[in-house]
């Protein structure tokens, strides 16, 4: 079945250091993939997407690019704040079938940013 | 305006008593999901409905039972609490289709305690 590696947590870095978070994932198909960010006492919300090889995912800074050949969707941002403290998790959906979008998630990396 | 919402937010109750968490989506979204995060962070998804039709149920006690009454509500009902069920659920909808890729949108969440 499908399946979602992330690396091992939590990071704790200094504010504007750089962020790499990896991700790794175990499909049949070609699966849409997500990096979803979870703020403390709240909800997850989308940070990025990218649903075909070699497609590139952006929003606030962090970045993260759909590598079929190494099936890793790895999130990066070149200087990190304070406010990006949070749980990133790392996601998959599969096509077709009856997946219809369900999330297959990795097992969440808490990060903690210092000033 | 809140896109997906969730009641009660906290839930605290006693073993072997019955309980049920309401969801609510606004964006006019066909799909519907429900996902159980653990103390550990790890989320896994419980059900889905697409139109009120069941079309995920993974491997769930029966204890569970989703009900769909329209494509706007998914409650989940749950008999017979038992302490391993003490979790913080998150209710999601999209628009999902066969072809995938489409983003989850997250409730805040329900954090049950079963004494």
């Known amino acids: 079945g499908d399946s979602v590696t992330q690396m091992e947590g939590p990071v704790t870095l200094s504010e504007e250091a750089f962020l790499t978070i990896n991700c790794t994932y175990t499909?049949?198909?070609?699966?849409?993939l997500f990096w979803y960010v979870q703020y403390p006492g709240e909800g997850l919300q989308l940070l990025l997407k990218?649903?075909?090889?070699?497609d590139k995912g952006s929003n606030k800074g962090f970045e993260a690019t759909y590598r079929k050949e190494t099936t890793s969707f790895h999130l990066e941002k070149g200087s990190v704040q304070v406010s990006d403290s949070a749980v990133y998790f790392c996601?998959?959906?599969?096509?077709?079938?009856?997946?219809?979008?369900?999330?297959?998630f990795g097992q969440g990396t808490i990060l903690t940013v210092h000033p | 305006d809140t896109a997906v919402s969730q009641t009660p937010k906290y839930l605290v109750t006693q073993m072997g008593n019955d309980k049920s968490i309401k969801c609510e989506q606004n964006?006019?979204?066909?799909?519907m999901y429900w996902y159980k995060q653990d103390s550990k962070k790890f989320l896994k998804i419980m059900f889905s409905?697409?139109?009120?039709?069941?079309?995920i149920n993974e491997t769930v006690p029966n204890r569970f039972s989703p009900k769909s009454p329209d494509k706007a509500h998914l409650n989940l009902h749950i008999n017979s609490l038992e302490l391993g069920d003490s979790a913080v659920y998150f209710c999601?909808?999209?628009?999902?289709?066969?072809?995938?890729?489409?983003?989850?949108?997250f409730g805040p969440g329900t954090r049950l305690l079963v004494l």
């Open positions: 996601a998959l959906s599969e096509a077709g079938g009856t997946s219809y979008g369900k999330l297959t």
């Open positions: 999601a909808s999209s628009q999902a289709t066969p072809v995938g890729g489409e983003t989850q949108y």
């Open positions: 964006l006019g979204h066909d799909t």
């Open positions: 990218a649903t075909k090889a070699d």
């Open positions: 499909a049949t198909g070609y699966p849409s």
């Open positions: 409905y697409n139109n009120k039709e069941l079309i």
